[in-house]
Nanobody, 124 residues
Framework: VQLQASGGGLVQAGNSLKLSCAVS????????MGWFRQAPGKEREIVGA????????YYSDSVKGRFTITKGHAKNTVYLHMNSLKPEDTAAYYC??????????????????WGQGTLVTVSS
């Protein structure tokens, strides 16, 4: 399984941005996915996670109420909808997956597949 993240860019504070993560490769019956971010000089942290069918989601306190994770109709794309962006949201954003898993995974080390980062810069 490969992940391809896209959609990053420069945006003003208060505005919105949507990131996409396309899943390709071998077909799996279920896949748990998450979004993480890493700001310069900081640890990679979880932003949110979604279970295999999109019915359950998790968000970190720093983004709860502003960010939403959804799955595409074909479930081979996961989106991160980011609203009311703040300068502190500036980071490289990564999607992650655990093919074969079905539940919510919020622990970084339990993900075994990572996409490349897409940079989000929020100006004040």
């Amino acid at each position: 399984v490969q992940l391809q993240a896209s959609g990053g860019g420069l945006v003003q504070a208060g505005n919105s941005l949507k990131l996409s993560c396309a899943v390709s490769g071998r077909t799996v019956s279920s896949i748990s996915m998450g979004w993480f971010r890493q700001a310069p000089g900081k640890e990679r942290e979880i932003v949110g996670a979604i279970n295999w069918n999109g019915a359950s989601t998790y968000y970190s306190d720093s983004v709860k109420g502003r960010f939403t994770i959804t799955k595409g109709h074909a479930k081979n794309t996961v989106y991160l909808h980011m609203n009311s962006l703040k300068p502190e949201d500036t980071a490289a954003y990564y999607c992650a997956a655990n093919p074969g898993s079905a539940g919510l995974i919020v622990v970084k080390n339990l993900y075994n597949t990572w996409g490349q980062g897409t940079l989000v810069t929020v100006s004040s």
